[in-house]
């Protein structure tokens, strides 16, 4: 018997991006696609993570538009996938503007899968850059066999 594809519907979607924290963000500079891991938390049509300074940042800083992508595979035709398609904002303490007060609450989020993020027990303290995307655009697919 043939496996069975089919779309998520957007329940489905954000229930697979809230029950990871682990995806991939990609990203263009220079006629060139990137896409790089990247730890996150899903919040309320967000995702939010944390990096370091360095090539992906200097790209975003040119052109902000990404995909983000999740997916949770248990056989080879038995798998769910959503991509997620938005702007990315850098967050900054002490933020003006529209995103003020958007880093603490970034930092707060982080903290529920890294409660040591941003302190001195911080298993990443180089990944000091905050970020998130927003969704514009959501879509999953899954297969059964």
Known sequence: MPPTFRELDEKECTALLAAHHVGRIAFSYHDRVDIEPIHYVWSDGWIYG?????????ALARNRWVAFEIDEVDALFDWRSVVLKGALYLLTPNGEGPLNGEWEHAVSLLRRSVPEAFTAEDPTPGRAMVFRIHADKVTGRAATP
């Open 50 to 58: 944390r990096t370091s300074e360095g090539t992906k940042l200097r």
